[in-house]
């Protein structure tokens, strides 16, 4: 069974400083997609950014970026010039396209991200 | 924001009642799947509904069931409540089963 690891629980950054989330994941699928989500206190579960497995090269999305290791099974998010509205819980999820979980979401706990001023 | 909506935004009800929740899909989105959020964890996956039938399911016994209407909306249903069901429960929809998921805002659900 696939599982998703979010080692650390809790993090903080100054407004305008880098942070970087961490993901691990473990999987004996070879195609497969990787997501980050934000839920803030209003709970909404938001798309950060999405990963192919395929694609060699790191997604981005405005400030938000991507460190995929595959062999490794290691997805990192980046989140540069940190905003106070980054503030939220960011989950890490993965997707098995052809195996027998196909199509569902599996979470990690996530990490609470607090973006101090 | 998505074009997901749910209803209702909190509910509560004793143990042993019945319960229904709604989803509404985002314009296109032909699949829709319903995860639970226990406090503090990730949202869990309960199933996922394909051009109206069931197309996975996660680790959930029976009295979770669900219903995915022509219109592409869903409902998902839980009978005979348990204390442990309290939780946000939230629906993604998504254009086809391996698709990008969008989330709706969740159903707080209390079970007393």
């Known amino acids: 069974a696939q599982t998703v690891t979010q080692s650390q629980p809790e993090m903080s950054v100054q407004e305008a400083e880098t942070v970087t989330l961490s993901c691990t994941y473990d999987t004996s699928e070879s195609n497969y997609y990787l997501f980050w989500y934000k839920q803030p206190p209003s709970r909404q579960m938001i798309l950060v950014i999405r990963q192919e497995a395929y694609k060699q090269q790191n997604a981005t999305e405005n400030r938000f970026s991507v460190n995929f290791q595959k062999a490794a099974k290691s997805f990192s998010l980046k989140i540069s010039d940190s905003q106070l509205g980054d503030t939220a819980m960011y989950f890490c999820a993965f997707m098995d396209l052809y195996g027998g979980s196909q199509g569902n979401l599996i979470f990690g706990k996530g990490t609470k991200l607090s973006v101090k001023p | 924001e998505t074009g997901v909506t749910q209803s209702p935004t909190h509910l509560i009800k004793t143990r042993g009642q019945q319960v229904t929740l709604r989803c509404s899909s985002q314009s296109g989105h032909n699949t829709v799947s319903w995860y639970q959020q226990a406090l503090g964890q990730g949202p869990q996956f309960i199933f996922q509904y394909y051009r109206e039938e069931e197309n996975g399911r996660g680790n959930f016994p029976p009295r979770f069931s669900g219903l995915q209407f022509p219109n592409y909306s869903s409902e998902l249903n839980v009978n005979a409540l348990e204390l442990d069901d309290s939780a946000l429960y939230l629906c993604?929809?998504?254009?086809?089963?391996?698709?990008?998921?969008?989330f709706g805002p969740g159903t707080r659900l209390l079970v007393l």
């Open positions: 993604a929809t998504m254009d086809h089963p391996q698709g990008t998921q969008y």
